[in-house]
Structures are given as structure tokens and as C-alpha cells.
T-cell receptor, first 116, second 112 residues
Framework: AQSVTQLGSHVSVSEGALVLLRCNYS??????LFWYVQYPNQGLQLLLK??????LVKGINGFEAEFKKSETSFHLTKPSAHMSDAAEYFC??????????????FGKGTLLTVNP | DAGITQSPRHKVTETGTPVTLRCHQT?????MYWYRQDPGHGLRLIHY???????DKGEVSDGYSVSRSKTEDFLLTLESATSSQTSVYFC???????????FGPGTRLTVL
């Protein structure tokens, strides 16, 4: 079984401040990890992903995330928040092993508010 | 953008009526998924398909059925809609050999 916990359903930052969105996962086998972003009234857009290799992954719009196996974490960061970053962010996990059909398990989401 | 469309985009229906949502892709991807999104729950998998006529249940499949008679279309049916099925429904696709899913624009369904 796999699960995802996103700490903080709502995070508020000032424009220019560091953005840190937390994600912890549980998986019995090596995971693939994803961050998706959802702008109001839109579908989900892939922000970045970790599969294998380098544990620090960079995504679109200046976001990055680091896979830490020992901490079972995949936190999302951005050094300087922009007003356009205001959205809901979802962490998701899937299994690499066969038979999973790449079913994604999502966290409950974190709504990011950016204050001017 | 991945070629995924969902129809209808919005629907209001009454309890007890059947409802079918359609997901259409132009990417020829093998895998297709249906999720529902509810506040405080994130997205939860309803059903998925790993090929034509090959489907399986997700974590919240009760009250839903699916069909995939051709690669490009994946239908989600609510045989008798209930108010608890009021939600936003997203379709996603994934190609063999890839590991990420691409999402459609969503269908907002309201069951009165």
C-alpha cells in the first residue's frame, strides 16, 4: 500500500519569501514521486517528478524538490514566491514495481496563498 | 498540452438519474484513468484502463462503472446518481514507457 501526507492544507507566504510545501510518503517499494499544480478552475499540471537518479529535481516555474529516502520525504521549494504561484499543490506517489499500472495516490493538497 | 478533452464540462442532474462522462484522447496512450476531486480529499482514483476492454477498479469505485471500447475513449457511468457523487471528475492518460499522467480539464457534476 502507498500513501501521501501533505503537512498543512493551507500555506501563506509573502511575495519574495521562500516557499516550502511538505510531502511525506509511504511505500513498500521504491516510489516515483510527483508534484502537480492546479490553478483555479483548471486541471492538474505536472510541476516536477522524481523517478531515479539525482535526488534533487528541478521543475517548471523555479520549483524544485529533493527526494530523501531516509526521511520518506519529497518537499517542494521555491526560493522566492511570486503572485502567480498562488494555486493548489498536490504531491503524488506511484509504485515502480510491476502490476501497479502506475496508479497515482495523491495527498490532500496544499493551498498556497501569496500576499503582496 | 496533451490532447485530452472531457465532456460535458459541467452537468447538473437529479438523484437517481444515469449519467455518463466522456474522456477523449488524441494521443493514442494505452493507460486512462478517472479520478474524482473533493475538498479535503485530494484526488482519488475511481477506475482505470490499461487497454481496450481492460479496466480495473480504483479506491472509490462503488457506484461507478467504466467502458473502453476503443483506445481514444474512456467512459465513466453513474448508473443512478447520488448527491455524494457531486464532485469534479478528472480524466488522465499515460503512455507506455512514460511515468507521468496528463490530466484533462475536468467535469463539474452536481447531483441535486
Amino acid at each position: 500500500a502507498q500513501s501521501v501526507t501533505q503537512l498543512g492544507s493551507h500555506v501563506s507566504v509573502s511575495e519574495g519569501a521562500l516557499v516550502l510545501l511538505r510531502c511525506n510518503y509511504s511505500s513498500s517499494v521504491p516510489p516515483y514521486l510527483f508534484w502537480y499544480v492546479q490553478y483555479p478552475n483548471q486541471g492538474l499540471q505536472l510541476l516536477l517528478k522524481y523517478t531515479t537518479g539525482a535526488t534533487l529535481v528541478k521543475g517548471i516555474n523555479g520549483f524544485e524538490a529533493e527526494f530523501k529516502k531516509s526521511e520518506t520525504s519529497f518537499h517542494l521549494t521555491k526560493p522566492s514566491a511570486h503572485m502567480s504561484d498562488a494555486a493548489e499543490y498536490f504531491c503524488a506517489v506511484t509504485r515502480i514495481s510491476g502490476g501497479s499500472n502506475y496508479k497515482l495516490t495523491f495527498g490532500k493538497g496544499t493551498l498556497l496563498t501569496v500576499n503582496p | 498540452d496533451a490532447g485530452i478533452t472531457q465532456s460535458p464540462r459541467h452537468k447538473v442532474t437529479e438523484t437517481g438519474t444515469p449519467v455518463t462522462l466522456r474522456c477523449h484522447q488524441t494521443e493514442n496512450h494505452r493507460y486512462m484513468y478517472w479520478y474524482r476531486q473533493d475538498p479535503g480529499h485530494g484526488l482519488r482514483l475511481i477506475h482505470y484502463s490499461y487497454g481496450v476492454k481492460d479496466t480495473d477498479k480504483g479506491e472509490v469505485s462503488d457506484g461507478y462503472s467504466v467502458s473502453r471500447s476503443k483506445t481514444e475513449d474512456f467512459l465513466l457511468t453513474l448508473e443512478s446518481a447520488t448527491s455524494s457523487q457531486t464532485s469534479v471528475y478528472f480524466c488522465a492518460i499515460k503512455n507506455t514507457g512514460d511515468n507521468e499522467q496528463f490530466f484533462g480539464p475536468g467535469t463539474r457534476l452536481t447531483v441535486l
